[in-house]
């Protein structure tokens, strides 16, 4: 099985972030969209909220997970 992570503050989420993730979700077996917390920037929506924004809009998609992360990916 081959996983990818999609890490971004997607405050909110954009047309541009979902092209990514509806391309992403074709390419890979498992896609995780990961919800993270930028100390610089002041975000509009809580960490919840655009988790649940994006749930909505990838609901069809099977083998997206939304998650929300923490500290710094690499």
Do not use: Q, W
């Amino acid at each position: 099985m081959i996983k990818a992570i999609y890490p971004g503050t997607f405050d909110p989420i954009t047309i541009g972030h979902l092209d990514v993730i509806l391309r992403s979700a074709k390419i890979f077996d498992k896609l995780i969209v990961a919800v993270m917390e930028n100390p610089v920037k002041t975000c509009t929506f809580t960490k919840d909220e655009r988790a649940e924004m994006i749930r909505k809009c990838i609901s069809e998609l099977e083998n997206v997970e939304v998650v929300i992360g923490e500290g710094l990916t690499v």
